[in-house]
Antibody, heavy 121, light 107 residues
Framework: QVQLVQSGAEVKKPGASVKVSCKASGYTFTSFYMHWVRQAPGQGLEWMGIINPSGGSTSYAQKFQGRVTMTRDTSTSTVYMELSSLRSEDTAVYYC??????????????WGQGTLVTVSS | EIVLTQSPGTLSLSPGERATLSCRASQSISSSYLAWYQQKPGQAPRLLIFGASSRATGIPDRFTGSGSGTDFTLTISRLEPEDFAVYYCQQYASSYTFGPGTKVDIK
């Protein structure tokens, strides 16, 4: 079955960077997009960006431009999301989620289990 | 950017009742590129509806999505205990944005 398994919780100091991984299984890794979505405590969902695992091309939400980098490793079917210059407002659960490549089929399914990133001095 | 507004913010209902959740977009969403997700505490969101009205695999038929243009609705015909959760709409017509969510809680 299709599964996305994310790395474990992280605690970081302000100004540091964090790199979260998302390992895919159960499907052809390069045939689907991967997205990153975050959710601050008690808040809603916020789309951060997308990566095409086939060629590695990315597109980021304007809010995160310059601070986020999404990469992939096709040999391990893993995508990564690195967020730099962390501040307390970046404390959130970070999710990866898959979508099909066709524009008409860009809904998110499934989602990873989430990774809690806590930014605290 | 397409902004999504959901109403009400909280819906307090009893098991067996009908729930009607609204999602309104700031501009027309082409080709009904709208999805609904359910999220329970401590869990990742789960896809319920895509293309405004198509149920995802394994989703019970008590969940119905409808609407087009700027106005969309998720209806839960008879609430089961496991349906009490937060529901988000999402558009994928122009980049990706989510609504703020509607919490369905037990009255």
């Amino acid at each position: 079955q299709v599964q996305l398994v994310q790395s474990g919780a992280e605690v970081k100091k302000p100004g540091a960077s964090v790199k979260v991984s998302c390992k895919a299984s159960g499907y052809t890794f390069t045939s689907f997009y991967m997205h990153w979505v975050r959710q601050a405590p008690g808040q809603g969902l916020e789309w951060m960006g997308i990566i095409n695992p086939s060629g590695g091309s990315t597109s980021y939400a304007q809010k995160f431009q310059g601070r986020v980098t999404m990469t992939r490793d096709t040999s391990t079917s893993t995508v990564y999301m690195e967020l730099s210059s962390l501040r307390s407002e970046d404390t959130a659960v970070y999710y990866c989620a898959r979508s099909e490549i066709a524009a008409a089929r860009n809904w998110f399914d499934p989602w990873g289990q989430g990774t809690l990133v806590t930014v605290s001095s | 950017e397409i902004v999504l507004t959901q109403s009400p913010g909280t819906l307090s209902l009893s098991p067996g009742e009908r729930a009607t959740l609204s999602c309104r977009a700031s501009q027309s969403i082409s080709s009904s590129y709208l999805a609904w997700y359910q999220q329970k505490p401590g869990q990742a969101p789960r896809l319920l509806i895509f293309g405004a009205s198509s149920r995802a695999t394994g989703i019970p038929d008590r969940f119905t999505g409808s609407g087009s243009g700027t106005d969309f609705t998720l209806t839960i015909s008879r609430l089961e205990p496991e349906d009490f959760a937060v529901y988000y709409c999402q558009q994928y017509a122009s980049s990706y944005t989510f609504g703020p969510g509607t919490k369905v809680d037990i009255k």
